[in-house]
């Protein structure tokens, strides 16, 4: 059957109806098939992309290109979620003409549904000005890995009440600039309630707590795909890289035994044919 296409406003709609949204990552063709068939709403196609696929230490020197190279990947097969560009660093802090070229890369090359950036009140004035040109924009406060450094190191945020506060005014800030929903990461429950109860648009929590109005995880962490570290906040619903070695050493055995390949995996050749061929020199 044919999936129909879902889009930003049914985004809102889901909150107005108090219908949860399930958000994943995806990076590339096959997660972002099993995603979209698994009927998850949005898919981004994240700046984890640096630690989780190419194996950075942290997302701070994944390009413009990379992203739209990936995003185009995930974008092609797609039928039914929300697909997300996340702009990486540099990619919004140079100049609000900067921003919009390349928020517009992401729609025109990478054929994404809108785009996500990282930051509260500082930066709605380049929210406004991409959202003006016609794209559509996720925020994302809290723990914001890109400025991880400035927040010293990936600690959650918001934990007083001046720091909940701070959150909140950039929750609005966000909304009043025009995004559509906003990524609230690392923050305690109790806040991301206030704030998803305070703002119209949808909150999509990352350690954040069920209040939220949906949820996200980076897939690689919520299948056991990442090895370096998994984060308090995620649920690890299946380890798979234990499966996947278990059959690289089954497949390394059986080349070494030759129990691989079998009959059913070679091709046969016509008997004369083969008589035809001249083997005495
Ligand atoms: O890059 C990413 O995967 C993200 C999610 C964690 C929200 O920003």
Redesign the pocket.
């Known amino acids: 059957m044919e999936q129909k296409k879902k889009t930003v406003p049914d985004m809102k709609a889901r909150k107005t109806a108090g219908l949860k949204i399930s ?1 994943l ?1 995806a990076y590339d063709y096959p997660w972002a098939l099993l995603a979209d068939q698994g009927g998850i709403d949005m898919i ?7 630690m ?1 696929v190419l194996g950075y230490k942290d ?1 701070i020197s994944v390009t413009m290109d990379q992203m739209i190279h990936h995003t185009k990947a995930v974008a092609g097969v797609v039928k039914s979620a929300v697909v997300l560009g ?1 702009m990486p660093f540099g990619s919004y802090n140079v100049s609000i003409e900067k921003a919009i070229e390349n928020a517009n890369r992401f729609m025109k090359e990478g054929r994404a549904d809108g785009i ?1 950036l ?1 930051g509260g009140k500082s930066v709605a004035p380049v929210v406004e000005a991409i959202v003006r040109a016609g794209i559509p924009v996720q925020g ?1 406060i809290g723990l ?2 890109q400025t991880a450094s400035a927040l010293g190191g990936f600690k959650v945020q918001g934990k007083s009440a001046e720091a909940a506060r701070a959150l909140l005014e950039d929750a609005k800030s966000l909304e009043a600039a025009g995004c559509f929903s906003i ?1 609230l ?1 690392a923050i305690p429950a109790p806040i991301a309630k206030i704030i998803t109860e305070k703002i119209s648009i949808p909150t ?1 929590g ?1 350690g954040a707590g069920v209040h939220c109005d949906g949820q ?3 897939t690689h962490d919520m299948v056991g795909l990442f090895d370096r570290f998994t984060p308090k906040f995620v649920k690890q619903y299946v380890k798979i890289s234990a499966t996947i070695s278990a059959a690289i050493a089954e497949y390394k055995a059986d080349v070494e035994c030759g129990k691989f390949p079998e009959e059913k995996h070679s091709f046969i050749m016509n008997e004369e044919e083969l008589k035809k061929m001249d083997f005495s020199n």
């Open positions: 958000m990552t981004l196609v994240g700046d984890s992309l640096g989780v997302t996340d996500k990282e994302h914001t890995p990524v990461e999509i990352i996200v995880l980076v």
